[in-house]
């Protein structure tokens, strides 16, 4: 992630460029159970929860702090991966839709080097895996505009949004 892309995240959802949420790395780790990337961690810290293109949501803290329902959709989340039997390295951390999670390729010790998969779950026939070459905030900026590349997203491009980013009024 480049300084640049959390700016263009950034000026989407008509946050300021500075970090502006005091959310404890520690905090989200030990939601997460695990290290996570900088880029993720400076995300959250920045952009209020929303959505982006009616369709992706970050999962992330309330904007209270409070982690309570970012707990639970992780715990969701995982509870549908192991249904699918998919590969325990698959670590959610957004939504599309009610159809698709997106995950790091949790492959290595180096949190910063995860690569972001869309994964469409099936629990008759087993998910369906389709990396995408970035991380969290790239992830985040080639979706908003219409560059992920991955060809099972084109659903999320065929209408006007409106906007690219709609914060939650509940949660920011």
Do not use: K
């Not at 026939?125 to 900026?141: I, R």
């Not at 505009?145 to 006007?160: C, E, P, R």
């Amino acid at each position: 992630m480049t300084t640049d892309a959390l700016t263009a995240v950034t000026a989407l959802a008509g946050s300021p460029p500075a970090p502006t949420r005091p959310v404890p790395q520690q905090t989200l780790e030990t939601v997460f159970g695990m290290p996570l990337p900088t880029d993720y961690v400076r995300y959250v810290r920045t952009v209020p929860p929303g959505v982006y293109r009616d369709t992706l949501a970050v999962d992330q803290p309330d904007g209270d702090g409070s982690t309570a329902e970012l707990e639970a959709a992780l715990e969701f989340r995982r509870g549908l991966l192991r249904d699918d039997d998919a590969p325990e390295r698959l670590v959610p951390w957004a939504t599309l839709g009610r159809d698709y999670l997106v995950c790091w390729i949790a492959d290595g010790d180096a949190p910063g080097d995860w690569q972001v998969a869309v994964y469409e779950p099936n629990p008759f026939t087993g998910g369906t895996m389709y990396p995408f070459a970035g991380g969290c905030v790239d992830f985040v900026l080639a979706f908003a505009a219409g560059t992920t590349g991955l060809a099972v997203l084109d659903y999320a491009y065929g209408h006007d949004p409106g906007q690219l980013f709609t914060a939650f009024p509940d949660r920011s």
